[in-house]
């Protein structure tokens, strides 16, 4: 590691920041020296959100406080993952630190190849100069600062037209002369619409057109196509078909509706027709203005009043309550009739269309009344000269029915091969279609599998790409013989660890062994002073042979016990072991919280 802190020093004396040559590793960084270097790596990583920073720690320990949660947010939006917040730099971890500083100086070195003029630009191609050039004057312009423009402001309305393109296919193919026009007709596409403003709009309208309609059919096909168990083109077909069917039902739903409607006006203008005819018979019977009135209004007769006097505010009240009263009488009345017109007229439309289907079912009789009147006539033309039809009828019939012998015996010939060949192709077709469902769950597992590929290269190019920054960043002024002594070093270390633990194994394997061995001889021990004990028959009747036992029994139990407890003793060194290295672990997270600087700030944050 102190290789490694050296590195990170000379990065940040690199830099600019000024450190204290006394020292030597990240462990003596204070809350000063990480403050600054941070601030001095932010500039390079992004030189614009570190103006807003103070160029050092004030004195004041809630402003301190402050301070260093500005830095910490503005480190996160640069793009740091790890924890990091004003205690990691107000009091200074040695991991956090090492970890952070490393972070900074990978990011420093990736922002400073960015910065680097272009090298070999001879060697790239056109595109990646236009995509290079294309970032810089986006870098630029998100940089510069924007001022409202004085010249007065010119508006456009963006309006899309659609755009006719060259295409292949059987279209072209099947149309004779489209591939012509195509060539020597067809405008192109920045003369299609009528306006310039108009071209970006439609061609970005065409080209969302084409890849939603392509994601639609891949989506669709994914869904629903996969599981019709049928190819695409005849997919294609049936769903046709299907839109087919569903268009004819409509036009004949519409065309059933504009019948109805038609006669429904024919009825409207028979009205019509009447009342225009009364009211032209008027005129010829020489009636006035006013009496045409009364008789299509049933208007009072208008009579002349004398002029009286000036009405009173009461009174205009009361005279337009009533108009009132009787102009929402007469709109009651009127939506009454319109209600019952309405009514009316469902009425009628249902009956029309009771007359049609009966209508249909009455035609669909007179066909068969035809049918059968044609027979019936045919039949009676040949009755004048009844023997000799019958005869002929007789003789038809027997050549009928040779005849049909002869066809069913040739068709009992050719009858069973085709049987047969229909048996095969329908064999053979439902084998295509547990072979054809094989291999579409084949092609969903395939693409489950692509897409998990997909994602491993994903990870993986990512991964290579931090591999190579991390690689980029490292010092190349070390040499082999430096890394050929660590790696010796790590090697040796491994040896002896290695050793050591062949150790600890075998003897706990020879423990072990031995805790077995006196097991084995505890239990053979037993059965035999067992046997000696019970020889003679009646020592089950000896107290003396009774005692033994007894005392027998409880040496062995005792014994047992002894294994068990030696077991546990062992089993609890281990755990000893353990919660020692846990409370060692948890002594360096205590040493590294800086106990006595965070009592110190409290004090002077209770002092504030």
């Not at 009132?324 to 009127?334: D, F, G, N, T």
């Amino acid at each position: 590691m102190e290789e490694a802190d050296g590195i990170i020093i000379q990065q940040i004396l690199d830099i600019g920041c000024p450190i204290d040559p006394e020292i030597k590793s990240v462990k003596q960084f204070d809350a000063d020296i990480v403050y600054r270097a941070c601030l001095y790596y932010l500039k390079i990583v992004n030189e614009a959100k570190s103006d807003s920073v103070a160029e050092s720690l004030p004195r004041g320990m809630s402003a301190r406080v402050n301070q260093c949660s500005t830095l910490a947010s503005l480190i996160k939006e640069a793009g740091y993952r790890g924890e990091i917040g004003y205690h990691q730099l107000l009091y200074p971890n040695e991991n956090d630190t090492r970890k952070l500083m490393i972070w900074f100086a990978q990011e420093a070195g990736s922002k400073g190849k960015a910065n680097l003029s272009e090298e070999a630009d001879s060697g790239k191609g056109g595109a990646a100069l236009l995509s290079d050039n294309l970032a810089k004057m986006i870098q630029l312009a998100a940089k510069a600062q924007w001022t409202p423009s004085t010249r007065p402001r010119v508006t456009y309305i963006f309006e899309t037209t659609p755009l006719k393109t060259p295409f292949r296919g059987r279209a072209v193919a099947t149309t004779p002369g489209l591939e012509h026009y195509f060539g020597k007709y067809l405008p192109a596409v920045s003369a299609q619409p009528p306006k310039k403003q108009g071209l970006p709009p439609s061609v970005f309208e065409a080209n969302m057109s084409s890849i939603a309609e392509q994601i639609e059919r891949e989506n669709e096909w994914n869904t629903k196509g996969l599981d019709s168990g049928v190819n695409p083109i005849e997919y294609k077909k049936k769903k046709l078909q299907t839109i087919s069917a569903q268009m004819a039902s409509l036009l004949k739903t519409a065309v059933v509706e504009a019948k109805a409607q038609s006669s429904a006006a024919s009825k409207s203008r028979d009205s019509l027709a009447t009342v225009l005819e009364s009211f032209e018979q008027t005129f010829q019977h020489g009636q006035g203005q006013f009496a045409r009135k009364k008789i299509y209004t049933n208007e009072e007769e208008i009579t002349l009043v004398a002029p009286q006097v000036k009405e009173t505010e009461e009174e205009k009240m009361k005279k337009q309550e009533d108009e009132i009263e009787k102009l929402q009488m007469e709109l009651s009345s009127l939506d009454q009739d319109v209600a019952r017109i309405n009514q009316e007229t469902q009425d009628y439309i249902a009956t029309i269309r009771q007359l049609e289907a009966r209508l249909l079912e009455e035609e669909a009789k007179r066909q068969v009344l035809e049918k059968e009147y044609r027979v019936k006539k045919k039949t009676f033309d040949l009755l004048p000269d009844s023997e000799k039809n019958i005869s002929e009828l007789q003789s038809m019939g027997n050549t009928a029915a040779n005849r049909l012998l002869e066809l069913s015996v040739e068709w009992e010939k050719h009858r069973g091969p085709l049987f047969e060949r229909y048996r095969s192709l329908k064999d053979d077709q439902a084998n295509k279609q547990d072979e054809t469902k094989e291999k579409l769950e084949k092609i969903k597992e395939l693409r489950a599998q692509m897409k998990s590929y997909i994602e491993d290269i994903h990870s993986k190019e990512d991964h290579y790409k931090q591999l190579v920054e991390a690689y980029s960043a490292l010092p190349k002024d070390l040499t082999r013989a430096v890394y050929t002594r660590r790696i010796l070093e790590i090697v040796k270390n491994v040896k002896k660890q290695k050793v050591d633990i062949d150790k600890i194994l075998i003897d706990t394997r020879n423990l072990k062994k031995e805790i077995n061995s006196v097991s084995d001889t505890l239990g053979r021990v037993f059965s035999v002073v067992d046997e000696l004990i019970f020889q003679d028959g009646n020592a089950k009747k000896d107290p003396t042979a009774i005692q033994a036992y007894k005392h027998l029994a409880s040496m062995d139990e005792n014994f047992k016990k002894l294994v068990k407890v030696i077991e546990d003793t062992g089993a609890t060194r281990n755990n000893i072991l353990n919660l020692e290295a846990k409370m060692e672990q948890l002594q360096l997270r205590t040493n590294s919280l800086n106990t006595d600087g965070l009592q110190k700030d409290l004090s002077e944050i209770k002092a504030e």
